[in-house]
C-alpha cells in the first residue's frame, strides 16, 4: 500500500506559479513511477507528466516548457512546479503512483487532489 499526500494548490492570476507537492508513505520501495493528473469539470483526468524510478520524464504537449517534474528521494516526494500558468490549467490535480510487485503486478493509488484556478 501507498499513501500520497498532495500539497500546494491554490488561486492565482495567469502568468503567476505553483508549486505542487506529493509526499509518498508506505510501500515506497515498490513504486515504478509517479506523476501528476489533472481533470477540469465535464472532462476526463488526463496525465500531466510522470517520472519513472530510473529518471524519464514525459509531459503532455500543453505544459512542455512550463511544467517541471522533479522529485526529493530522501523524502519520497514529487513536485510540480507550474510555471507562466494559463487559465486553461484550471483543475484538480492528482498525484498518482505507479508500483509493481513481484516484477508483474501493477498497482495505482491516488491523492486526495488539490485545487489549482488560474484566474484571467
Known amino acids: 500500500q501507498v499513501r500520497l499526500v498532495e500539497s500546494g494548490g491554490g488561486l492565482v492570476q495567469a502568468g503567476q506559479s505553483l508549486r505542487l507537492s506529493c509526499a509518498a508513505s508506505g510501500s515506497i520501495g515498490s513504486i515504478n513511477a509517479m506523476g501528476w493528473y489533472r481533470q477540469a469539470p465535464g472532462t476526463q483526468r488526463e496525465l500531466v507528466t510522470s517520472?519513472?524510478?530510473?529518471?524519464?520524464?514525459n509531459y503532455t504537449d500543453s505544459v512542455k516548457g512550463r511544467f517541471t517534474i522533479s522529485r526529493d528521494n530522501a523524502k519520497s516526494t514529487v513536485y510540480l512546479q507550474m510555471n507562466s500558468l494559463k487559465p486553461e490549467d484550471t483543475a484538480v490535480y492528482y498525484c498518482?503512483?505507479?508500483?509493481?510487485?513481484?516484477?508483474?503486478?501493477?498497482?495505482?493509488?491516488w491523492g486526495q487532489g488539490t485545487q489549482v484556478t488560474v484566474s484571467s
Open positions: 517520472i519513472t524510478s530510473g529518471g524519464s520524464i
Open positions: 498518482n503512483a505507479e508500483t509493481v510487485v513481484y516484477g508483474r503486478y501493477k498497482n495505482y493509488y
